[in-house]
């Protein structure tokens, strides 16, 4: 079975850039798109990329996506970091009819 | 705007069974698989199933195959997730989602599995 693979952690400053990585387990994490969502303590999780690297409306130019065929991973980049973007962020792609999920970063920023 | 609202969940015991509905709005439901994901509170996003847009198609976790089914009804633009024989290790918060194109969640509903 395809598996995602995210880090279990990250920090950084507000203010910074930080990038978070979703590796595909085999086979090619470009074949099917990757979606990123942020989920806040007790709330439901919130689109902020879909199709790899689109932005929904509203989200900030601040959060992009993109995908690194030679290392089968895709890529959550956060620049200008605000407290506000502390938050789990789950990657999301698809396997036949299959969902798979990363297992989670929690971003702490500090 | 797109809206997925879930109801039917509750406070079960071990071997009963309970059924969510999720009824959607706000998109064109019947172009678009649909999904069940749930999540234990504190842990990670878990898929439980599928349902093809015609709602000819199903797919299922190992973890709820033969003990769960999904099912629409394009009519009512609404997804529905029979739950019977449940465990313990099914509770969770249970949601609704669109997941093709930009995905959406409901807001989610609390299932809870306990003697």
């Known amino acids: 079975n395809f598996i995602l693979t995210q880090p279990h952690s990250v920090s950084e400053s507000p203010g910074k850039t930080i990038t978070i990585s979703c590796t595909g387990s085999s086979g090619n994490i470009a074949r099917n798109y990757v979606q990123w969502y942020q989920q806040r303590p007790g709330s439901a999780p919130n689109t902020v990329i879909y199709?790899?690297?689109?932005?929904p409306y509203g989200v900030p130019d601040r959060f992009s996506g993109s995908i690194d065929r030679s290392s089968n991973s895709a890529s959550l980049t956060i620049s200008g970091l605000r407290t506000e973007d502390e938050a789990d962020y789950y990657c999301q792609s698809f396997d036949g009819g299959r969902i798979v999920f990363g297992g989670g970063t929690k971003l702490t920023v500090l | 705007q797109v809206q997925l609202a879930e109801s039917g969940g509750g406070v079960v015991q071990p071997g009963e069974s309970l059924r969510l509905s999720c009824e959607a709005s706000g998109f064109s439901f019947a172009s678009y698989d649909m999904y069940w994901v749930r999540q234990v509170p504190g842990k990670g996003l878990e898929w439980v199933a599928t349902?093809?847009?015609?709602?000819?198609?199903?797919n299922y976790a190992d973890s709820v195959r033969g003990r769960f089914t999904i099912s629409r009804d394009n009519a009512e633009k609404s997804v529905f997730l029979q739950m019977i024989a449940l465990r313990a290790e099914d509770s969770a918060i249970y949601y609704c989602a669109k997941l093709a194109d930009r995905a959406y969640w409901g807001q989610g509903i609390l299932v809870s599995v306990s003697a």
């Open positions: 199709d790899d690297n689109q932005r």
């Open positions: 349902v093809s847009e015609d709602g000819g198609n199903t």
